[in-house]
Nanobody, 122 residues
Framework: VQLSESGGGLVQAGDSLTLSCTAS????????MGWFRQGPGQVRYFVAA????????DYGDSLEGRFTIARKNGNNTVTLSMNGLKPEDTAVYYC????????????????WGQGTQVTVSS
């Protein structure tokens, strides 16, 4: 199983950025996909996850409204659109696959991506 992430980079506070992740090598269908993030010296936090159909999503605390998760491309790609970025959003963002958005929200994850760096300057 491979999760290929893209879209990270260096932006200024207030800017927008969209991350993308495509899953390959998965035999089953019906899986959820999502994102976590890990800042310097911090634990890995849940950001958002979305179900197979793309209709049910869960978000981490205080992120819904600025961040939007979506499913596309035959359900094997997930995007994370981030608006109004703040310096505290600086982290490595990890794509993940799990069973449902709710189980991913409590860190039950089957597969992890390698991570993509997002840096927000003030």
């Amino acid at each position: 199983v491979q999760l290929s992430e893209s879209g990270g980079g260096l932006v200024q506070a207030g800017d927008s950025l969209t991350l993308s992740c495509t899953a390959s090598g998965l035999i089953s269908t019906g899986y959820a996909m999502g994102w976590f993030r890990q800042g310097p010296g911090q634990v890995r936090y849940f950001v958002a996850a979305i179900d197979w159909s793309g209709t049910e999503a869960d978000y981490g605390d205080s992120l819904e409204g600025r961040f939007t998760i979506a499913r596309k491309n035959g359900n094997n790609t997930v995007t994370l659109s981030m608006n109004g970025l703040k310096p505290e959003d600086t982290a490595v963002y990890y794509c993940a696959v799990g069973r449902t958005p709710q189980t991913m929200a409590v860190r039950v994850v089957s597969f992890w991506g390698q991570g993509t760096q997002v840096t927000v300057s003030s």
